[in-house]
Each structure stands twice: as C-alpha cells, then as structure tokens.
Nanobody
Framework: QVQLVEAGGGLVQAGDYLTWTCTAS????????MSWFRRAPGGGRQFVAG????????FYEDSVKGRFTISRDNAKNTVNIRMNALNPADTAEYYC?????????????????WGGGTHVTVSS
C-alpha cells in the first residue's frame, strides 16, 4: 500500500506560480510512474503531467506545456510540480497519483493510488 499526501494549494492571482510536493509513504515509489491530475468544478479527472519511474521522461497535457514542470526525488519518495503563469482555467482540485508500472499513461482509471487532493483557485 502507498499513501500519498499533497502539500500546497491555495488562492493565487493570474500570473503567479505554485510549487507542490506529493509525499509517498508505506513503501518506496521508485518503480512507480507518478502523475498529477486535476478536476475542475463539474468535470472529471484530467491528466496534467506525468513522470516515469526514473524521471527521464515526462508528459504534459497540452494546456500546461511550457508552464508546468513535474519532477521526482526517489531518495525522498516525493514528486513535485512547479506551475508557472497560472490562469483562471487552472482552478481545480489537484491530485497526485501512483501507477504500479514504470510507464506513464493518461487515463485516471489506470492509477492505483491517489492522494486526497489539494485545491487551487486562480483569480483574474
């Protein structure tokens, strides 16, 4: 079992940035693919960014490419996301997720463990 806890979130203005950390416990996530998803009000979980097991490959949803950066520190059992140039369309609940596989996929149903979520509101 893996427990995931996201730290971060809050209310920011358009153009601001945020950096969040997802901390895993229970076992090492060194061989897991890790991703961030988000859910806007009234919507489903949308893939935002993912990183493979050793951090050498990353994936991004088109609207965040060039603005968001995902990274991981397997020694600390953490995954980070840096979100630059936030805009109101980024307002959502954000979730960290782990997949028992070295490879990232974009479907939420393919992930095995989820954090409780953290919310960000971006005001214009």
């Amino acid at each position: 079992q893996v427990q995931l806890v996201e730290a971060g979130g809050g209310l920011v203005q358009a153009g601001d940035y945020l950096t969040w950390t997802c901390t895993a416990s229970g076992r090492t996530i060194v061989s897991d693919a890790m991703s961030w998803f988000r859910r806007a009000p009234g919507g489903g979980r949308q893939f935002v960014a993912g990183i493979n097991w050793n951090g050498d490959t990353t994936f991004y949803e088109d609207s965040v490419k060039g603005r968001f950066t995902i990274s991981r520190d397997n020694a600390k059992n953490t995954v980070n996301i840096r979100m630059n140039a936030l805009n109101p369309a980024d307002t959502a609940e954000y979730y960290c997720a782990a997949r028992i596989s070295v490879c990232v996929v974009r479907g939420a149903d393919d992930y095995d463990y989820w954090g409780g979520g953290t919310h960000v509101t971006v005001s214009s």
